[in-house]
């Protein structure tokens, strides 16, 4: 049985009912999963932790679009192999996060040599090519929690190379039930990591977070079944990014959103759709509260307060792709799916 990287350095696996976590389950070439996106403002249960315990996504909601693939590919094929030289593998995760990683025998670890994300069509490559992660130590069970410093340089969009350094903590934290939509999983694990970096632009902090809750069902041999990751990069003066993400292997029909609401009750359309050229306009009712456009994973891209009837939204900023904006008045949601040619 073999386990994801995932979005953010865990790689390992869990032995049948013994709910340990050994190298010898971890990610190799040629490994893969499919993911459903799921609703990125669902809770990630922090304190749900412990031994029997319960995480509740029954009522969740997806985005109605096609899922994402996360594979395993040799890293000296990766886009990214010049960054990572040492690297072994490249886990890909479509449209999220690339891990690069190597597994450790001798030591019994999982070594992570960085990730990359995109945003906004930028690059955002993260090399611990000083001191690399130990994503995992092995054996691992519940309970079982570990801090590693990180070590290297960030290349960031105008900023170019910066120096970050910090540490990450790992913790298997919780076992009991997981629900998802109408499944129930009843023997399931969780994996806690929070990572973060810190370094400085023009004299200003920066400050890089990753953090993420990752599902294991113990009873079968398969990858996580459920994901809650986040990545945020604080440039100071250089301004935030980043994005939430949640997936799932289990495909929700629900749409986030659209069930809340009725046609009459808020109004939202979006033409041209497919959008062609520089500007597409958003209408919806008066009254609207805000107007929020999402990618294709659920990432908030950017956010209309009080928009009024019409927005017009310059769409040359944006990759190409589907996309997703919802409109919010009182209690009221509508959301709607658009292309960008």
């Not at 094929?77 to 891990?99: G, Q």
Request: with cysteine.
């Amino acid at each position: 049985m073999k386990t994801p990287l995932l979005l953010m350095v865990i790689s390992a696996g869990f032995c049948g009912s013994a709910q340990t976590i050994n190298l010898s389950d971890t990610l190799s070439t040629g490994d893969s999963q499919t993911y459903y996106v799921l609703d990125s403002n669902a809770t990630a249960y922090p304190d749900v932790v412990g031994a029997g315990v319960t995480w509740d996504y029954e009522g969740i909601g997806g985005y109605g679009i096609a899922p994402n693939i996360n594979s395993v590919i040799p890293a000296e094929t990766s886009d990214f192999s010049d960054d990572y030289p040492i690297s072994v593998y490249a886990e890909n995760f479509e449209n999220s996060i690339n891990t690069f990683f190597s597994n450790d025998a001798d030591a019994g670890e999982v070594i992570v040599h960085g990730f990359v994300f995109q945003e906004l069509s930028n690059d955002f490559i993260i090399k611990y090519d000083i001191d690399p992660l130990i994503s995992a130590k092995f054996p691992m069970t519940l309970g079982t929690t570990y801090d590693d410093a990180i070590n290297g340089t960030a290349t960031l969009p105008l900023a170019g190379d910066v120096a970050i350094d910090g540490s990450a903590t790992i913790t298997c934290d919780g076992t009991g039930v997981l629900k998802i939509g109408t499944s129930v999983y009843t023997d399931v694990i969780r994996v806690h990591t929070l990572e973060v970096s810190e370094g400085i632009i023009l004299g200003s902090p920066a400050i890089i977070t990753r953090e993420s809750y990752v599902y294991y069902d113990i009873s079968a041999d398969n990858m996580a079944i459920f994901i809650h990751g986040s990545v945020l990069a604080e440039l100071g003066a250089g301004g935030d990014f980043g994005f939430t993400a949640v997936y799932s292997i289990d495909e929700i029909t629900e749409i986030v959103g659209v069930e809340e609401t009725t046609q009459a009750e808020l109004d939202l359309t979006v033409y041209p759709n497919p959008a062609s050229g520089n500007f597409t306009t958003i209408s919806t009712v008066e009254g609207t509260e805000s107007l929020t456009i999402l990618n294709s994973i659920g990432q908030v891209v950017t956010t209309y307060n009080n928009p009024g009837t019409q927005v017009n939204v310059d769409v040359s900023e944006l990759s190409t792709g589907v996309y997703f904006v919802q409109a919010t008045k009182g209690s009221a949601t509508r959301t709607e799916k658009f292309v960008v040619k």
